[in-house]
């Protein structure tokens, strides 16, 4: 199935794959607003060329207003994330995360963290390294431990545990930031 998937989105023309590519790297819910962004131009032909190939299909608005899209199965989401090349990923997570930041989204931590978790993971799996990745590594933990953190405080410790743990991974062994989240993972995990 992946091999007739990744077919499919090869025989794309390459700013319909540039399209299904940007909002696999998304998520689920792909408003056509962020779209616009992240690809800087208007993806309303795009969308419905997608559409009409059964790719995606529309699931509604945002609050914004804006229409939201959906990929029609998750494979088909899957596939076109693994297609993107692994610097163009971590562009792409930290256009979103910088966007949820900008339009102050639900979940903002968790969606911020996220995203820059993601692109911290594609920029070290190119091999860079430096301040640069550090500084963004340390943003991605700031968002993950207060979404940790707040799990925490509605007693949701599965997801504490999950957050505060993705927190501490991004972060230096001995760094301040990790040793602080420790007391509170510990008391979750207990």
Do not use: N
């Not at 499919?8 to 299904?20: C, G, I, K, P, Y």
């Not at 301040?131 to 509605?154: C, F, K, P």
């Not at 997801?159 to 062994?173: K, Q, Y």
């Amino acid at each position: 199935i992946q091999g007739l998937l990744a077919a499919r989105l090869d025989r794309l023309d390459a700013d319909v794959r540039e399209l299904a590519q940007a909002a696999a790297a998304v998520g689920l819910s792909i408003s056509t607003c962020l779209l616009g962004k992240l690809v800087g131009s208007d993806v309303t032909v795009r969308l419905l060329t997608l559409a009409r190939l059964e790719l995606v299909r529309r699931s509604g608005t945002d609050p914004a207003g804006d229409e939201t899209w959906e990929f029609r199965h998750a494979l088909i989401r899957d596939e076109a994330y693994l297609s993107l090349p692994k610097r163009r990923r971590a562009e792409l997570h930290e256009a979103v995360a910088r966007h949820a930041l900008e339009t102050r989204a639900d979940d903002v931590d968790v969606t911020v963290g996220y995203h820059l978790e993601q692109a911290v993971r594609s920029r070290r799996d190119v091999g860079e390294t430096g301040a640069v990745l550090s500084d963004l590594a340390r943003e991605a933990a700031t968002h993950l431990g207060a979404a940790g953190l707040a799990a925490y405080e509605r007693s949701d410790m599965a997801a504490c545990v999950s957050l505060l743990g993705r927190a501490a991974e991004l972060l230096p062994d001995t760094g301040p930031e990790r040793l602080a989240l420790m007391p509170k993972l510990a008391q979750a995990l207990q």
